[in-house]
């Protein structure tokens, strides 16, 4: 003997699959990188701005990681205010975006538009698995002595970092 299902109840997990994939990136748990870990080392290509490619060229200054991409509206509202804030605070801050996309697609997109950052390739991804960047932006702050102090994925989370690395650079 069979049991025949109304149709509606049989689409009922796939409903619910796809409303999770339709969801905003900031809705979903993220798996947050631990907090006062040391930041993993990395040295990755500049493709944009002064600042070195490599975290320990950094060492004895806030560092403040962007993970982004050239298609990310956050990104692109988050990058005039995180540029502003290591202009204020040039002598103890810096602050890195990092992209895992395709050097010639993010090489077109910075002819075009000044980010104000320095932008670092990360061609294998390396660097945004090592920080569990899996949505853009990912922001992470990194005290001088190289300690994760931050990590928070979303543009709306831009405040939240931006005061945890003021705390860190004001006496």
């Not at 809705?27 to 500049?46: G, I, M, N, Y």
């Not at 995180?82 to 993010?106: C, M, T, Y």
Request: hydrophobic letters at 45%.
């Amino acid at each position: 003997m069979s049991v025949v299902m109304p149709s509606r109840v049989r689409f009922l997990p796939v409903l619910a699959m796809v409303a999770a994939l339709l969801l905003p990136v900031e809705a979903r748990p993220a798996a947050a990188q631990k907090v006062d870990k040391s930041a993993a080392p990395f040295t990755l290509e500049v493709l944009q701005g002064a600042a070195s490619g490599s975290l320990d060229a950094s060492r004895g200054k806030v560092v403040i990681l962007e993970f982004w991409a050239t298609y990310c509206g956050w990104c692109k509202a988050t990058h005039p205010k995180l540029a502003a804030f290591a202009e204020a605070n040039a002598d103890k801050v810096v602050v890195l975006g990092i992209s895992a996309q395709k050097k010639s697609r993010l090489k077109r997109y910075l002819k075009r538009h000044d980010t104000g950052l320095t932008i670092l390739h990360d061609p294998k991804a390396r660097t945004s698995r090592a920080y569990r960047a899996n949505a853009t932006p990912t922001l992470v702050v990194i005290d001088a002595e190289g300690k994760i102090r931050a990590w928070a994925q979303g543009g709306n989370k831009l405040k939240s970092i931006l005061r945890a690395a003021k705390s860190l650079v004001e006496p």
